[in-house]
């Protein structure tokens, strides 16, 4: 199992950004979208290597959301950026991997973060 501590995700409503290529519509990942998944690289980087991967295999993954502070906010707004930057940092191969997923509130930290645990399912 890893456990990492990482910075507070984007709510999926600003994660995404909806635009017209070529006539046609697209969505693609917002400017404050790529900023987390950059931060997210740059925290894993500072685990040990053996808390930078996750195991192979299917996954059960707990997110423990400790916000910023006291508004009201959607648990599962954070999931998908919060997830995408896992792949995207090779922390895991696919999030279609997971085969459990609990998230849950935690107290509020100053700036807020997530801590993300990883293992393997039995």
């Known amino acids: 199992m890893i456990e990492l501590i990482l910075p507070w995700p984007p ?3 600003t994660y995404y950004r909806h635009t017209m290529i070529q006539g046609k519509p697209r969505v693609l990942i917002s400017a404050e979208g790529r900023k987390y998944r950059t931060q997210v690289r740059h925290a894993i980087l500072m685990h040990t290597p053996s808390q930078r991967k996750a195991p192979p295999g299917r996954l059960a993954v707990n997110i423990t959301a400790h916000a910023p502070d006291q508004r009201a906010r959607d648990l599962d707004n954070i999931n998908k950026g919060l997830l995408d930057a896992l792949v995207h940092a090779g922390v895991m191969a696919d999030d279609s991997l997971i085969d459990r997923l609990t998230v ?3 107290s509020i930290v100053k700036g807020g973060c997530v801590r993300v645990r ?5």
């Open 11 to 13: 709510s999926l409503n």
């Open 104 to 106: 849950e509130r935690g």
């Open 118 to 122: 990883i293992g393997g399912m039995i």
